[in-house]
């Protein structure tokens, strides 16, 4: 009886660890893209968003307001590739210094930060492609 039960609860620990195990194509492909936007973070961003997405003081705005991040999520592109000038406000607070611009930084790069940035800092936005980026950078004002 007890070499039944024991089997029973290795094969239903052994069944749940498959299912838990597979993800979705989708979810693999964000997983993969956050990785590398964490990656190209370091190296673009953290300097003046912060480690944490703090950001830095009257200078850089922080990263973990959800609300502007959601509300300006088709301009965050442009802001990345063309950098970004003059006063903006995140989370009540007014800044007013120049965002340095990643002209050289491909779609796919920029994908992969976006998902990075609007997944860390208390953001889950899920998924952004290069195709919504080309798409956001041809509509930049």
Do not use: W
């Not at 997983?31 to 590398?36: A, E, G, Q, S």
């Not at 703090?54 to 705005?61: F, W």
């Not at 000038?85 to 995140?90: D, L």
């Amino acid at each position: 009886m007890m070499r039944k039960i024991l089997i029973l609860v290795l094969f239903l620990i052994s069944v749940s660890t498959i299912i838990y195990s597979c993800q979705s194509a989708l979810k693999m492909e964000q997983d993969i893209y956050y990785t590398n936007g964490r990656d190209l973070y370091r190296q673009h961003c953290q300097n003046c968003h912060g480690e944490k997405g703090e950001g830095l003081g009257e200078l850089a705005p922080p990263l973990t307001d959800t609300v502007f991040l959601k509300d300006n999520k088709n301009r965050l592109a442009c802001f990345i590739k063309n950098g970004l000038e003059g006063p903006i406000t995140v989370g009540g607070k007014v800044y007013d210094e120049k965002m340095p611009d990643e002209k050289d930084m491909a779609d796919i790069d920029i994908a992969q930060l976006l998902v990075y940035i609007t997944n860390s800092f208390g953001n889950k936005q899920g998924m952004y492609k290069p195709e919504q980026v080309a798409t956001d950078l041809n509509n930049c004002k």
